[in-house]
């Protein structure tokens, strides 16, 4: 089987109102580059019918198309590394499957590879989503970036082209918990940014509810900055000094003013201040929380994933040669 010298990667959670407008325009979209490709699929343990549909399109163009599939739902993040850890091509491409970002966008991402970037991300010219998403996502992408030194500016479109030596690392990282384009731009030497089309969802909705974004941008700030760690320590040597420098002063104030004792006493000891202080611990401790369990899962060592199957043509499988020991499971492969 010879190398093609375009990968396109796409994780499928639940997608089966939205595959077959996918596959209508993404073979056509790959055709018209005039590259050797391949496309795969990864099936991230879909309840619905997106592993048959994912089948049959396999039947249908097994010379292009492989298929992932999970026995479980591990996160898009692993669905995209099982997906590294299998292609064939120098150019790699991400690609969502809700046809937000469309396929005949990947070309201008190909293009800038060709110019000499190793990392090219996507940035959405007019987004389709809601007014929420889209000030939730400004004020995340500001944070992120002061907090890592991660330069993304659309951190949220998965629409990215990276280079063979970037996905190569990207596979071989243990990391159980990440994000993988914040991941991939740490190994880039010449990254930039194009903007692309922005689309409505062709069919179906979003995989991410608002506590799964925000349990995204907190794992993708813990996973690559120390920072929230030191703002908390320096937070708390702040309150302390705060609270020393008040005890002095109350002190200072029963000794010398009596008639003051009683409005201080009444400041001091209000409740309010307690439930800050305890609110504040509270948090410190979660966010302690956060990065030992992050050590946790790592130290475990389990496999990232699970695969019941892979649907691909031919008995070689050349990927797998390079897949971490720890990942490798028995498949059962199409004839």
Known sequence: MAAPQVSIVIPV???????PALFARLYPALDALHRSYEVIFVNDGSRDRSAALLREQ??????VTRVVLFNANYGQHTAIVAGFERCRGEQIVTLDADLQNPPEEIGKLLAAMDA??????????????????????????????RTTHIRMTD?????????????????AS??????????????????????????????????????????????????????????F?????????????????VMIYRLFFAEWHGALNAIWDRDILAFFLIG?????????????????????????YSIR??????????????????DRVPVRRAP
């Not at 190793?118 to 970036?145: I, K």
């Not at 979660?286 to 475990?300: D, H």
Request: glycine share 8%; with cysteine.
């Open 280 to 304: 504040m611990v509270l948090f410190g401790l979660g966010l302690i929380g956060e990065y030992v369990g992050r050590i946790y899962q790592q130290v475990r060592e389990r496999p990232r």
């Open 155 to 171: 951190q949220g479109c998965m629409l990215r082209a990276y280079s063979r030596e970037i996905v190569d690392c990207v596979a």
């Open 13 to 19: 959670y639940n997608e089966e109102p939205g595959l």
């Open 174 to 231: 243990r990391e159980v918990s990440t994000y993988i384009p914040a991941l991939a731009y740490t190994f880039a030497s010449k990254p930039t940014e194009v903007e692309v089309a922005h689309e409505e969802r062709a069919a179906g909705e979003s995989k991410y509810s608002l506590y799964q974004l925000i349990r995204l941008n907190f794992d993708l700030i813990t996973g690559f900055s120390l920072v929230p760690l030191q703002l």
């Open 116 to 145: 000499g970037h190793d990392y090219v991300g996507g940035v959405r010219r007019t987004r389709e989503d809601s007014w929420w998403r889209r000030a939730a996502s400004r004020s995340m992408n500001r944070l992120r970036e």
């Open 58 to 63: 396999f039947h249908q163009r097994p010379d």
């Open 233 to 249: 320590s320096m937070f708390g040597m702040a309150v302390s000094a705060v609270a020393l420098v008040l005890y002095v002063i």
């Open 309 to 326: 199957a892979v649907l691909e043509r031919g008995e070689q499988d050349l990927p797998d040669a390079r897949m971490p020991a720890t």
